[in-house]
């Protein structure tokens, strides 16, 4: 009997002075596991007389039954203060950051994205027309004849006499216009090249070439349109102005100018005082045009634009020099992630 | 196109201010590039007169002078000699500022007081052109009708604006000073005056000085010539001299000056011919012989072919058609007779002339933009008006007036259409009052509208052109948004291949990759930096007249650019690059070019400080946008990767690209210290192999099994090949390497491998013996192909 005494106090003593999760669950292998103490002394049964072992038998179970719910209040409690020592010393400088974001698109791509998006919901389809170029598709076919003075506009690389790199994206017009039949609502992205190299001109440089033909398109169209993307591109307050302008394949030919957006109208030195920047040029699909790829020049009217998505993007972002687009320095590029 | 404000206002009474003036030409389509005032440096300077002259007291080189400016005299200290009591001369008083930069103070020259200083030429930025005299170094003597007090500008002709305007090429008749006073006159709302055409022709008559034949109509279709007797050679009237002054030529004598003189005003390049100089006195336009050689007025002798057009008398050529008249039947201070030349000459012609010898002059560049004989015959008739006006000869009798002569147009259409292309209406009054304004006589009847256009508007030939006209002049500020609400739907959208370059950009940016663009083009001396091998430069499409060298070919592949740029970030300390770009490789079947050639859209991939196994699977990650089955990686050959770290992307037996690491040679020509992986993809090809439509396929109730499996095989054995022969059974679901171990029981060029395999059946539970068939027929084939044995 002392014996069971004697290991009740040991054991809740022990237990008593337990701190961690282990080693209660070593004490409690210790005391009631299989080969545990608990179990050791009920083996002892045997050994007493027989008269004793229904009491002692008792008594081991009562202890068990003691022990076992000791142990459980002593691991609930453990459990809780472990809990609460993590809850104390978990700790993480929540402050720091210290990872690579998202690669960023280069700024051509986001212009061009966004206005692509745009105009898609607007019913345009994105189309893309070759670089190397014929002269026929580049020139003569937008009523720019050999030796017409506007071919002097655009200073031409040439591969041979009749092949060129394409100066504007506007061959797709005529690419387009001759394989489909109005309605037409078109825009096609691309690079384009001339012969010119500074701060403001590379020799390499993007475009976005706008067509609409169809009946009742009018100049109306086009300003809207224009209004819409500014107003996306630069914020609601945007104003878009037409000066009157050449191009061979469009007529009426306008340039189209944009409030300045680093002023608001103002006048500043982005805008050279005058409170509008010039973005692109526009007008009505000139009709000899249509005519030449087989379209009815009576029945449909058509406005074309095409705008210089570096130029848009230096404006939009505060670039100042193109070059900087090329050369993709890449404290440059990381600029324009998200 | 440069325009002093006094020549303008010869023709229109300009009354608004400049900006006015600015703003009002740019609406109706005429673009200031710059506003010059002639006088904007020069300040506080007046005429003054000079009443006393005495020896400086303490300076022998200075006198001082006591000047009235006007109601006061001050003491001026100089040390210009010429200058006399009673001579009027420009002082630049205290706080003037002068044209070369002086800022005037008042002060004592030693120990004289002097209020200011007189000013000669260079302070006040003019030349003999501009005032007589003004070539003097030193004060400039004034006439003695000049105004003492007056602002010294409004005396010597710089109280003047030069406005430097854009002309549009449809505009050649803008070219001019009377062609942008028209357009200056209808932007203010003014009448127009017309030039004086009138002259007295004297006894002599044209015919008896030249007879003039014109052999080639279709590149000289109009030519008119008309003669002066007893010509006086002699300086200029200031008032020419410095009107050709502010446009930006020299005075050099009344002849020459008057051809000046009508180029600018009219718009006509005119030549004089000294008749003395012309053999047989005729002239005849024709086109040069081949190897026919000419020395015009710049003094180089220039060989021309049949292409070009010449001026001739009968043994030889005296001038360069339009381009630049002979050295030798040129205007000299003894020539007598003249004979003026107007003409028009084929643009086309002029401009491909002008081009090959390299030879451009104000005329050449007038006839390359076009110029209408009504033109010709207004330039001749200003030019002998002024022959009379500045007595420099007596214009002959009767003119030689060959070819073409000006036609008004008629356009009609329908009233509709100006609606129908501007989206408003104008009223009918105002379309009349516009087109009026611009001299196209207009009727509207019945709803249809009938022009008549003036033969100076060569530009204008059909409806639109005159609507356009109506627009710019009514203003395009009428004009207001709409958003094509009459037209059809439409849908819009994208190509296959622009949205799977999005999908590329989104992943590659996902996977932490920058994008780039890059020039298409480049040099030899790039692309054979970016190659192991020598490049052949005859497979690479030629630009022919390139910026540069550098920039004369275009690129076959995309790797040249980007190493370049990773060379250039990493010498910038830019670190841990991660780019790419989408961009396109230009492959010519045969040069030089007869059809457009071909332009394969690819994607370079590129990233230092890595691993081939990440970048690999950035890759993989890349392909997979377009498919992720049949995609075997094979050992490949490139010339600029590393020879035994470059794979081929196999799909479906089409090598769609490659990668792997930087050849250390390309490295090391590009300055890349740092470990550097590219990859370039076909997208193109990647496109032809795009995964079909996606269809479901019904997920396996039953648990599935995995084997574990060890072989020995020799070290050269691709792994991938011996996972393919357990993925290609119908029961497995997926074979991954776990393990490579090499050691030395396993024997040199040796490694053991370790693969686990799962196997699944959707339709039943699977037993062992099934298993072990399939696997055996593995086994089985790995070792008669790898030599690979099970462990």
């Not at chain 1, 007389?49 to 459980?72: M, W």
């Not at chain 2, 007295?200 to 109009?222: F, G, H, I, N, R």
């Not at chain 2, 024709?286 to 007025?297: M, S, W, Y």
């Not at chain 2, 030629?542 to 970030?569: T, Y």
Request: overall charge negative; aromatic content about 6%; some cysteine.
């Amino acid at each position: 009997m002392s014996k069971i005494m004697e290991m009740e106090v040991v054991c809740l003593s022990t237990l008593n002075e337990c701190t961690s999760l282990q080693s209660l669950q070593e004490l409690k292998v210790r005391f009631l596991g299989k080969t545990g103490e608990l179990t050791g002394l009920l083996k002892s049964i045997k050994d007493l007389p027989p008269e004793e072992r229904p009491t002692f038998g008792a008594k081991v179970n009562e202890l068990r039954n003691k022990l076992e719910s000791a142990f459980a209040e002593k691991q609930s409690q453990l459990k809780e203060q472990e809990l609460q020592r993590r809850l104390r010393d978990e700790k993480v400088d929540v402050s720091l950051v210290n990872m690579q974001p998202w690669g960023a698109l280069h700024p051509v791509t986001l212009v061009e994205k966004t206005i692509s998006d745009l105009l898609i919901a607007m019913g345009f389809e994105v189309l893309a027309g070759p670089e190397i170029e014929s002269d026929w598709y580049n020139f003569q076919a937008l009523n720019i004849p050999a030796d017409h003075p506007a071919r002097d506009m655009q200073d031409t690389f040439y591969i041979t006499d009749s092949i060129l790199l394409r100066t504007q994206t506007s061959p797709m017009q005529a690419r387009l216009m001759e394989k489909k039949q109005p309605p037409i609502k078109m825009i096609c992205p691309g690079k384009v090249f001339r012969s010119d190299s500074d701060a403001s001109h590379s020799p390499v440089f993007h475009q976005i070439e706008g067509l609409v033909v169809d009946e009742n398109i009018t100049l109306c169209d086009l300003k809207g349109t224009l209004e819409y993307l500014a107003s996306n591109l630069f914020g609601p307050d945007t104003q878009v102005r037409f000066r009157p302008s050449y191009f061979p394949f469009t007529e009426p030919s306008v340039e189209v100018d944009l409030t300045c957006s680093n002023c608001g109208g103002k006048g500043c030195s982005l805008c050279k005082g005058t409170g509008w920047i010039e973005v692109l040029g526009a007008g009505m699909v000139n009709p000899v045009v249509l005519e030449s790829c087989g379209i009815d020049s009576k029945k449909y009217t058509g406005y074309a634009f095409g705008l210089g998505v570096e130029r848009i993007a230096m404006i939009k972002y505060g670039i100042p020099d193109i070059r900087l687009f090329y050369e993709c320095d890449l404290r440059f590029l990381k600029q324009f992630g998200k | 196109m440069k325009l002093p404000l006094s020549w303008i206002r010869e023709y229109v009474d300009v009354t608004e201010d400049i900006q006015t003036l600015c703003k009002k030409m740019v609406d109706i389509g005429l673009e200031i590039e710059e506003v010059v005032y002639l006088g904007e440096k020069v300040n506080n300077v007046v005429v003054c007169q000079i009443v006393d002259i005495a020896q400086h007291p303490n300076a022998e080189r200075l006198l001082c002078c006591k000047v009235d400016i006007g109601g006061e005299i001050i003491p001026i200290v100089t040390n210009d000699h010429r200058v006399q009591v009673g001579n009027k001369v420009p002082v630049a008083l205290h706080g003037a500022t002068t044209a070369n930069g002086l800022n005037i103070k008042k002060g004592k020259m030693r120990g004289e007081e002097s209020l200011g200083m007189f000013c000669g030429p260079e302070e006040l930025g003019i030349t003999a052109d501009y005032y007589p005299g003004a070539d003097v170094d030193g004060v400039l003597i004034l006439a003695d009708d000049a105004v003492v007090g007056t602002d010294i500008r409004k005396v010597v002709g710089i109280d003047d604006y030069v406005l430097d305007v854009c002309v549009t090429s449809n505009r050649q008749d803008c070219n001019s000073v009377l062609g942008l006073a028209r357009e200056v006159a209808v932007a203010l709302g003014k009448e127009c005056k017309q030039p004086d055409v009138t002259y007295t022709e004297c006894e002599a008559k044209t015919a008896d000085l030249v007879t003039a034949v014109v052999q080639d109509y279709d590149v000289c279709p109009s030519y008119f010539m008309q003669g002066v007797v007893d010509v006086k050679i002699e300086k200029s009237p200031i008032w020419m001299t410095s009107r050709l002054a502010k446009v930006g030529l020299h005075g050099i004598n009344n002849l020459v000056d008057i051809t000046n003189y009508v180029l600018y005003e009219i718009g006509q390049p005119m030549h004089a011919f000294d008749q003395a100089d012309i053999s047989d006195k005729t002239i005849i336009v024709r086109r040069a012989k081949d190897g026919e050689k000419i020395i015009p007025l710049d003094g180089k002798e220039y060989t021309l072919t049949t292409e070009d057009l010449v001026i001739a008398d009968k043994s030889r050529a005296v001038g360069l058609a339009g381009i630049m008249g002979g050295a030798n039947s040129g205007i000299k201070d003894e020539t007598t007779t003249v004979v003026f030349e107007s003409a028009t000459f084929a643009r086309g012609n002029i401009r491909r002339t002008s081009r090959r010898l390299g030879l451009r002059s104000d005329s050449s560049a007038r006839f390359e933009k076009g110029i209408e004989c009504a033109t010709n015959i207004l330039g001749l008739n200003r030019a002998l008006h002024l022959v009379e006006q500045l007595g420099a000869g007596k214009v002959t009798q009767g003119a030689y007036c060959l070819g073409k002569m000006p036609e008004n147009k008629t356009i009609v259409f329908d009233e509709s259409r100006i609606e129908k292309l501007l989206g408003i209406t104008i009223a009918e009054d105002r379309i009349i009052s516009i087109l009026q304004s611009l001299n196209i006589q207009t009727f509207i009847e019945n709803g249809v509208v009938t022009c008549i256009v003036p033969p100076y508007r060569d530009d204008i030939s059909r409806d639109c052109d005159i609507i356009e006209e109506l627009i710019r002049v009514y203003g395009y500020d009428n004009i207001t948004g709409t958003l094509m609400e009459k037209s059809r739907i439409t849908s819009g959208g994208k190509t296959e291949k622009h949205n799977y370059c999005d999908k590329v950009r989104t992943i590659l940016t996902g996977l932490r990759y920058n994008e780039c663009i890059f020039y298409p083009f480049g040099g030899k001396a790039l692309f054979e930096k970016a190659s192991v091998n020598p490049i052949d430069e005859s497979k690479y499409i030629r630009v022919l007249n390139p910026i540069g060298e550098e920039l004369s070919l275009m690129a076959r592949e995309l790797a040249p650019n980007m190493f370049q740029c990773v060379g250039l970030n990493l010498s910038r300390k830019n670190n841990n690059l991660r780019l790419f770009e989408i961009g396109k490789a230009y492959l010519a079947d045969s040069l030089p070019l007869t059809t457009l050639p071909a332009e394969e859209q690819r994607v370079s991939i590129c990233a230092t400080e890595v691993t081939f196994e990440q970048f690999r699977d950035d890759v993989l990650q890349t392909i997979y946008a377009f498919t992720n089955s049949g995609v075997s990686l094979v050992r490949g050959e490139s010339n600029c990767l590393h020879p035994g770290i470059c794979a081929n992307v196999v799909i479906d037996g089409e090598v769609c690209g490659q990668f792997g690491k930087l050849h250390p040679q390309i490295a090391n020509n590009f300055g890349i210290e740092v470990d550097c992986y590219y990859a370039e993809l076909c997208i193109d090809k990647l496109l032809a192999h795009k995964r079909g439509a996606i269809k479901f396929s019904p997920i396996s109730k039953f648990p599935s099994v995995t084997r574990d499996f060890a072989f020995v095989c020799d070290e050269d054995v691709a792994v991938q090949g011996i996972l393919d022969e357990f993925l290609c059974l119908p029961l497995v679901e997926s074979a991954t390497l776990f393990d490579v171990y090499r050691g030395e029981q396993l024997g040199k060029d040796k490694k053991s491998i370790a693969i686990s395999v799962v196997f699944t059946d959707a339709t039943k539970t699977l037993q062992d013996k099934e298993i072990e068939k399939q696997s055996g027929k593995a086994l089985r084939s790995i070792q008669e192909k790898y030599g690979a044995v099970l462990r």
